[in-house]
């Protein structure tokens, strides 16, 4: 309880409900696959080369979602929260909730795209990089996980509530 006040203290990670999230993880993982592009096939190679600025591609890319993020009414909190477990592109707020934001890029729509690109491990990370900012940050406000997928022509894909909490 708090401090005399009868009510529970702030806390800014439900343990129940993050063991829950990791439960969910697959569901959630098999919904982003199935989002990915229609008919697109397996491609032999990724065609990436390193000596083509592979490096500076990222950031270009998470202030671009973060401008159009922000165009559709979100405001910016924080970016690349990190922690040892794991990193979150954006932190955002939506209204009253605080949102969750993993920006995916990727120049071909081979193997499900940028979506499909968010995979289990991947969500545990942001989850713990989520988890990390929250006990910084602690709020009463819901939380959800979105991501931003921006195809080879910066085409956005915004996926509210990529996995679920519950």
């Not at 098999?30 to 080369?49: C, E, F, K, M, Y």
């Not at 950031?59 to 990190?82: C, F, S, T, Y």
Request: aromatic share 6%; hydrophobic share 40%; with cysteine.
């Amino acid at each position: 309880m708090g401090a005399g006040s009868g009510t529970p203290p702030l806390c800014p990670v439900d343990p129940a409900l993050f063991k829950s999230l990791l439960r969910n993880l697959p569901a959630a993982v098999a919904r982003l696959a199935t989002r990915g592009s229609p008919g697109a096939g397996p491609v032999i190679g990724s065609g990436q080369d390193p000596s083509h600025g592979r490096s500076a591609v990222g950031p270009a890319k998470e202030r671009l979602a973060r401008a159009w993020l922000e165009h559709q009414g979100l405001v910016h909190l924080d970016h690349n929260v990190r922690c040892r477990r794991g990193e979150v592109d954006l932190v955002m707020r939506d209204g009253d909730t605080l949102v969750f934001v993993e920006v995916r890029f990727r120049r071909s729509e081979s193997f499900g795209g940028a979506a499909a690109s968010v995979d289990r491990r991947k969500q545990v990370r942001i989850a713990a990089a989520a988890a990390h900012y929250l006990q910084r940050h602690p709020t009463r406000l819901p939380c959800r996980f979105d991501v931003l997928a921006i195809g080879a022509d910066d085409q956005m894909h915004w996926i509210r509530h990529a996995f679920d909490q519950t």
